[in-house]
């Protein structure tokens, strides 16, 4: 199982900036589907932010698109979600995420992992 660390979060203004990172050991992110989620103050769900395939083929849901940008680069087993533009309600704890691709879950690999998150805060 992938085991996950995230990094990069802070206190930004509106309009700021911040590049998350989540760093992976114990497998490879090369078989697996990387996403990010984010938990805001006071909600007990996560919800989906972004998600890149294998292949790297990224989907952002819609309150995101056009101000983040999911990455992966698999020789440094690392995935990252740069953003910019923040605005107060990105506020929440971001949570890195590995789902098993098929070469993974042929290779036995069948659980997802969590990393433990990183607090955004935006704040005027």
């Known amino acids: 199982q992938v085991q996950l660390v995230e990094s990069g979060g802070g206190s930004v203004q509106p309009g700021g900036s911040l590049t998350l990172s989540c760093a992976a050991s114990?497998?490879?992110?090369?078989?697996?589907?990387m996403g990010w989620h984010r938990q805001a103050p006071g909600e007990q769900q996560r919800e989906l932010v972004a998600?890149?395939?294998?292949?790297?083929?990224?989907n952002y849901e819609d309150v995101v698109k056009g101000r983040f940008t999911i990455s992966r680069d698999n020789a440094k087993n690392t995935c990252y979600l740069q953003m910019i533009n923040l605005k107060l309600e990105d506020t929440g704890v971001y949570y890195c995420?590995?789902?098993?691709?098929?070469?993974?879950?042929?290779?036995?690999?069948?659980?997802?992992?969590w990393g433990q998150g990183t607090q955004v805060t935006v704040s005027s």
């Open positions: 995420k590995a789902v098993p691709g098929i070469e993974a879950i042929v290779a036995g690999k069948r659980a997802a992992s």
């Open positions: 114990g497998s490879n992110i090369s078989q697996y589907v």
């Open positions: 998600t890149i395939t294998v292949n790297g083929t990224p």
